[in-house]
């Protein structure tokens, strides 16, 4: 059991309904806004649920500090923080933390497969998210605003990517799950994949599943991820119309 006692976790799923009214196989309510920033050069704010994240990027700049530049590719440089307003844990604390550093690098792992660093080398591009505002799954919310911050920014991408997270309460698997469902649920696992392939570039599990719910999971998340990923790709057509088309087009191609 991952945590909370075992009378809260079975009024998670009473008669197949979570505690905000959702279907297991359903996504909170989720709105995606592309090039929200004028000072970055790309940018995006997505709204999920009680979330709400906004992410900047920067770049491709000169690789500072000098020691760290690559001959062949550039360095992507990733900045997730909470806000001290984002929710009553994070109240009182603020700059990077064991929690932060560690969504940084997953999420930095997670854009490093899709950006195409090696047409940049001995550059950088950083990218920040904050969140303004949490309710469970903001590594997710993080990972997919990151993304289209990225394409806003014109990056050129092999493919974008979306991510979601699953889990188990009241001994069903759900989808996406919210903050009372992360803290007192048995199980979670927070997963990145790219739209076209479904590669897995973010997997963090946390509590116990067998083999068959792992599996169930991750094509619960292939599902929510071309979801997602419309979403995605819409924000970015508000922004450019057709001319995002033609990008696309060609991230599909490589």
């Known amino acids: 059991m991952k945590g909370g006692r075992m009378e809260e976790i079975d009024e998670l799923l009473v008669n197949g309904k979570r505690v905000d009214g959702r279907r297991v196989d359903e996504l909170r309510p989720l709105k995606i806004k592309a090039h929200v920033l004028n000072s970055a050069d790309g940018s995006a704010y997505v709204e999920w649920g009680n979330n709400k994240v906004i992410a900047g990027v920067f770049g491709p700049t000169q690789c500072l500090p000098y020691h760290i530049a690559s001959p ?33 690098k997953v999420m930095r792992e997670a854009l490093e497969h899709v950006v195409m660093v090696e047409k ?9 998210v ?11 919310a993080a990972t997919t605003a990151a993304s289209v911050a990225l394409a806003d920014a014109g990056l050129p991408m092999r493919d974008m990517v979306a991510a979601v997270a699953v889990g188990k309460v009241g001994g069903e698997m759900v989808l996406d799950l919210n903050y009372i469902e992360d803290s007192k649920g048995s199980a979670d696992m927070a997963l990145a994949m790219t739209h076209r392939n479904k590669d897995i570039l973010l997997m963090q599990m946390e509590g116990i599943l067998t083999k068959e719910e792992v599996m169930k999971g991750v094509e619960m998340a292939k599902n929510a991820i071309d979801k997602i990923h419309e979403l995605q790709v819409k924000a970015l057509k508000d922004v450019y119309g057709s001319e995002i088309e033609e990008n696309l087009s060609y991230m599909l191609e490589m």
């Open 72 to 104: 062949l590719k550039a360095v992507i440089r990733t900045q997730y923080l909470m806000a001290p307003f984002s929710s009553p844990e994070e109240h009182g604390r603020s700059g990077p933390n064991r929690r932060s550093i560690e969504i940084s």
């Open 120 to 128: 940049f080398p001995r550059a950088m591009i950083e990218v920040y």
């Open 130 to 140: 904050y969140v303004l505002q949490a309710d469970g799954g903001t590594r997710c």
